[in-house]
């Protein structure tokens, strides 16, 4: 493997490992908040690391929109990805235990730990709303979408069989960035919801936007159901 190659995986498994490495620090004083908040600190560090070798975001996917019909166009694209998304649920929650693969019905209990106190509380549901549109709109979009893939696709070669390997790669460290509090059922079904999103991500010409926005109202619907109480 050429020596770029190399050094591409060696700054993506740093980034990585950082990341997880710090949550765990993290989640010894905040284990509820580890998560978002060890994301967003790599992000700021790989934000400076970029900004030294000249490299921004839009390159990762998150591009500028110009004009108004660039935004509109964000809002259909988004709604062309929410069959994908519905579709792996479907498969991982409903079939697969249908299947006779028992742990895809047990959701952790590291759920109700970790979210538990949103039931009824207004403060709870708002501070949680701030995170899914920081952390998981754009921080999760960003990494896990924009930066693996974008770093990996390179690091396997490039064109398409590259890309395909990025994806699923990705979606795995998706996943399993998901265990620590959802479980194995939670690694899997969003491990396969980081494989969906990479997809379209690739479908969208490497666009962001349209899966940010699709993140966050999915996120932001799921809050509302547990603020609102409804079973």
């Given at each position: 493997?050429?020596?770029?190659?190399?050094?591409?995986?060696a700054?993506?498994?740093?980034?990585?490992?950082?990341?997880?490495?710090?949550?765990?620090?993290m989640?010894?004083?905040?284990?509820?908040?580890?998560?978002?908040?060890?994301?967003?600190?790599?992000?700021?560090?790989?934000?400076?690391?970029?900004?030294?070798?000249?490299?921004?975001?839009?390159?990762?996917?998150?591009?500028?929109?110009?004009?108004?019909?660039?935004?509109?166009?964000?809002?259909?694209?988004?709604?062309?990805?929410?069959?994908?998304?519905?579709?792996?649920?479907?498969?991982?929650t409903?079939?697969?235990?249908?299947?006779?693969?028992?742990?895809?019905?047990?959701?952790?209990?590291?759920?109700?730990?970790?979210?538990?106190?949103?039931?009824?509380?207004?403060?709870?549901?708002?501070?949680?709303?701030?995170?899914?549109?920081?952390?998981?709109?754009?921080?999760?979009?960003?990494?896990?979408?924009?930066?693996?893939?974008?770093?990996?696709?390179?690091?396997?070669?490039?064109?398409?069989?590259?890309?395909?390997?990025?994806?699923?790669?990705?979606?795995?460290?998706?996943?399993?960035?998901?265990?620590y509090?959802?479980?194995?059922?939670?690694?899997?079904?969003?491990?396969?919801?980081?494989?969906?999103?990479?997809?379209?991500?690739?479908?969208?010409?490497?666009?962001?936007?349209?899966?940010?926005?699709?993140?966050?109202?999915?996120?932001?619907?799921?809050?509302?159901?547990?603020?609102?109480?409804?079973q």
């Amino acid at each position: 493997m050429p020596a770029s190659r190399v050094g591409i995986l060696a700054e993506v498994t740093a980034f990585v490992a950082f990341t997880f490495l710090s949550r765990y620090l993290m989640s010894l004083v905040l284990w509820r908040y580890a998560g978002p908040a060890s994301l967003l600190l790599t992000l700021a560090l790989l934000t400076l690391y970029m900004r030294s070798r000249g490299v921004d975001w839009s390159a990762m996917g998150l591009r500028r929109l110009r004009g108004v019909r660039a935004w509109l166009m964000v809002v259909p694209q988004a709604l062309l990805a929410l069959p994908a998304f519905a579709l792996v649920v479907a498969i991982t929650t409903i079939g697969g235990p249908a299947i006779g693969l028992d742990f895809l019905r047990e959701v952790s209990g590291g759920v109700e730990d970790r979210w538990g106190d949103v039931a009824g509380s207004l403060p709870h549901y708002l501070l949680w709303l701030a995170i899914v549109w920081t952390a998981a709109a754009f921080g999760e979009e960003m990494f896990f979408r924009g930066y693996l893939i974008t770093r990996l696709g390179a690091a396997f070669g490039g064109g398409r069989a590259g890309a395909l390997a990025a994806v699923f790669v990705s979606a795995v460290i998706f996943g399993y960035g998901h265990f620590y509090y959802q479980g194995l059922r939670g690694a899997v079904v969003t491990g396969g919801i980081g494989l969906a999103f990479g997809v379209m991500f690739l479908l969208f010409r490497r666009n962001l936007w349209p899966l940010i926005l699709l993140h966050g109202v999915i996120d932001t619907l799921t809050f509302t159901a547990l603020f609102m109480e409804w079973q």
